[in-house]
């Protein structure tokens, strides 16, 4: 992925010192980046790996999933705490993770430490048990369930080698 933005880069760096513009600026570096992409696009099966575009749109997905669920738990924790009454019953549950690997134990468990609403309190040795705190067991723990599940399958998507 590294070797194919590197490429990119100077594909762009060739078509802005090659071509015959005495104003060229960052419109026309961008503009070679572009034919760049296309360029690497049309060549990227003989890397041997996948489309570095591919894994940037997987990341951005992530990035909206956390900021979508992020602002999901913010509301509830929000009308959970502005009833005049607080009646939550936080507890511990355990959930086993499919995820592999340091990288995404640690993406998950940031992502979910991150959320309002739940914290993760430890990771088992083997790096495959959760052991989550939410704030309101009876309520939160299916849409937090529904969270994890999306969290994974992004990190799944980004951190896939092929």
Not at 2 to 17: D, G, K, M, P, S
Not at 63 to 80: C, K, P
Not at 113 to 130: K, N
């Amino acid at each position: 992925m590294l070797t194919q933005f590197v490429l990119n880069l100077c594909i762009a760096a060739l078509w802005f010192l090659l071509k015959d513009d005495p104003e060229a600026g960052f419109s026309t570096f961008m503009a070679g980046f572009l034919v760049g992409i296309f360029i690497l696009y049309a060549m990227h099966r003989f890397f041997g790996t996948r489309f570095y575009l591919d894994r940037v749109l997987k990341i951005i997905r992530l990035i909206r999933i956390f900021i979508q669920e992020l602002l999901l738990s913010s509301v509830s924790v929000i009308q959970t705490v502005i009833q005049p009454k607080i009646n939550i019953t936080p507890g511990i549950f355990i959930y086993k993770t499919e995820l592999e690997g340091d990288y995404q134990v640690t993406a998950l468990a940031l992502l979910l430490t991150l959320t309002p609403g739940s914290v993760v309190m430890e990771v088992s040795e083997e790096g495959d048990v959760f052991y989550i705190h939410a704030m309101d067991l009876e309520e939160a723990k299916e849409s937090l369930l529904r969270s994890i599940g999306k969290f994974e399958q992004a990190i799944l998507e980004v951190t896939r080698n092929d």
